[in-house]
């Protein structure tokens, strides 16, 4: 209470008294100065306690002008950011402001429309969903950091329409209201479960008397730590003696604060009377003595054990895969910086096993995505059980997947990498069906081929793609060399969307023979891409990304269509009618329209179907319901079929037996070897009594020297194709060796 405060009011009161006083003694009147005494006093004390109520008043005054200040500065600076959202054509363009806030670039959200709301709480997405369609106005709702972090925001948008009145566009500003929540939640709905303490299971109010080492507690702790409130007051130490060993330090410096006369809040783990350990938030405030002693403490406690149990699956969450359940991107950053941190300071190596799984978009679209899931989570648990404790696998995303590994030799890398690609042998059983994939692994070592997370990633991934070209299924060092091989691959992909609208891919023919006679019987269409920087580039380099960017479909069907086209012309020409062989991918054959643009084709061009030969790979037979129905349709409509690259891949005789077939095709391996390998030699004459057993015609790839062609001849295979006889022709080129092979 504030001296000036009582002065203020109380002394004119004072002067007055002693005025009246005077005076009437001064005119012999006694009974009047008692009555004007006695009045007096009772004035001078009702101005002390205005005195009091005016200090009182301003010292809140001046609380209320603090907490206004406060408030200020909250708003002051709150991060802000704008942002527009067009759910019709699904794109969403953000202010720069957005980083700061979210911890992600506005790229990020720009790039990806649903990346927004992967990141948001579900309890939250039907408000969302309403702002966007202009449903409501504002909303919060709580976003998920890039580091982890969860944060509260306010969102405003207003609603623009089209001429239909329909919503066409929602534009508005989020600020970052995290700091105002805490107030809100940690102090108003604080006071608000005060008012029911006594009522709630969930949380108890304590005292603790130093003086006389006394504790007293409110009955809700029975139903928090399983004991009696009586327990905790016959045993002052009771309340540090169940708690989580782990925890005693927290514990002891909550109280080192309350004892010291400053108000404390801490969290720690308690274990319950039947054992199991829970979480409690405690508060207190010490009550001091005239010499700012302590001599009580009181406070309120909760058991916040749900709550903590949600931050943690937040946590989880941030940092982990949701399908497999392994460490995510963002794990690996953070424990990669760690990694090098601790190696900068030991001289230790650093390693990161960049992994791509061969074949998984095959299966991913022929099986469909849940097989695909299946797949990865399977791949996951394999990889667990391939490194060592303590190693850190996380997934990269799609099918790759990286593996950090700390002070390790490369021998001991070596063996880790075989390891990994042997545990691939076994067979992934999806849908009870048996499906054989492979993994190509780059490595990179700190701190030859980097110093920090992104170059040691990045020079993994090059190492990847290395062992990519060189066949698969094996492992390769990062060597370092200039990056034509990454930024080629980065070109391809880029050109590869466009390539078709540029008239970019042309095709390339190449004779097959009947070899006894040397008399051409058809040709196969192998197309070629004219790209504007590389020239011309092979399809077994742009094929496979073709496959991954998801290109293949509408490519495939170019190819089929100007292969039917020339094939058209060269009939109205008057050369005599051949089959022309088009290769088919295996996604291209398995996709839902792949029959009616085949029938859409033949008879735009008005091309007789016995001219189209379709080749598929022995891949298809690991679908063989969907690829036999689907044969048997193309066969019904007179187009002949064609297994290619015989016995390098799945081939089952008794499969083969069930699909109707008109040739299969010798690889090019076995033919190169049957002039110089008995074995190889033995195996090529078993196919084609299996083709004459079987009624389908071989066709052997690859000939280069007439050794081989007597070979085959020998041994009953009528067709080939290769260098022997001609190399693949572009167009002006194959018409001129039609002419003169008749």
Partial sequence: MSFKGKVFFSVPFVFITIGLITYELYINNPKEAILHGIVGTLATILSWILGAKYD????????????SEELDTIFENSSIFTWINDSI???VTTSKGIQKVLGYTSKDFEENYEFGFSRTFPDDEEKIQKLLSGEIHQCEWKFIRKDGEV????????????????????????????????????????NKELVSLFENDDSFIWSSDLIEQKVTVSKGIENIFGFS?????????????????????????????????????????????DGEARWLEARGNPILESDEKPIKLIGVAYDITEEQRSEEKIRYLAFHDTLTGLPNRYMLIKTLKKALDRCKRSNKNVAVLFLDLDRFKFINDTKG????????KEVGKRLVKCVREGDLIARQGGDEFIILLEDIKESQL????????????????????????????????????????????????????????????????????????????VKLEQGLRNALNNSEFVLHYQPQMELDKGECIGVEALIRWNHPEFGMVPPFEFIPIAEETGVIVQIGEWVIDEACKQMKLWYEKGFVPFRIAVNVSAIQFLDKN????????????????EFLELEITESIMQNIKESSTLISQLKELGVKMTIDDFGTGYSSLNVLNRLSIDYVKIDKSFVDEVSTNSNIASLVKTMIDMGTNLKFELIAEGIENEQQVNFLIQNGCRFGQGYFYSAPLPLTEVEEFLKTNK
């Avoid at 508005?172 to 700091?179: F, P, Q």
């Avoid at 708690?243 to 809040?265: E, M, R």
């Avoid at 076994?426 to 980097?450: H, N, V």
């Fill in 151 to 190: 944060r509260w925001l306010e969102s405003r948008g207003i609603p623009s329409l089209d001429s239909s009145n329909r919503v066409e566009k929602v534009k508005g500003v989020t600020i970052d209201i995290t700091e105002r929540k805490i107030i809100e939640e940690k102090y108003s709905q604080r």
């Fill in 369 to 376: 995505h849940n097989s695909g899931d299946v797949l990865l």
């Fill in 594 to 609: 792949f029959f009616k643009v085949v029938e859409r084709i033949l008879n735009k061009h008005q091309l007789a179907p």
């Fill in 56 to 67: 009182e008043s301003k010292y809140y005054a001046q609380k209320l002008l603090e907490k």
């Fill in 89 to 91: 054509n699904k794109k």
């Fill in 229 to 273: 409130a009586k327990e905790f007051e016959e045993d002052y130490e009771l309340w540090i003696s169940r708690t989580y060993p782990d925890d005693i330090d927290i514990v002891q410096t909550f109280y080192t604060n309350l004892k010291s006369g400053k108000p404390a809040h801490s969290k720690w783990r308690f274990i319950r009377s």
């Fill in 414 to 489: 070596k063996e880790l990498s075989q390891r990994i690609i042997d545990s691939f042998i076994q067979p992934f059983i999806l849908d009870k069906e048996e499906f054989f994939i492979s993994t190509s692994i780059g490595i990179s070592l700190y701190p030859q081929d980097g110093d920090d997370s992104e170059k040691l990633i990045k020079h993994a991934d090059i190492a990847m793609y290395w062992a990519k070209k060189r066949g698969k299924n094996n492992y390769q060092f990062y060597f370092n060399e200039p990056e034509d091989i990454l930024y080629r691959k």
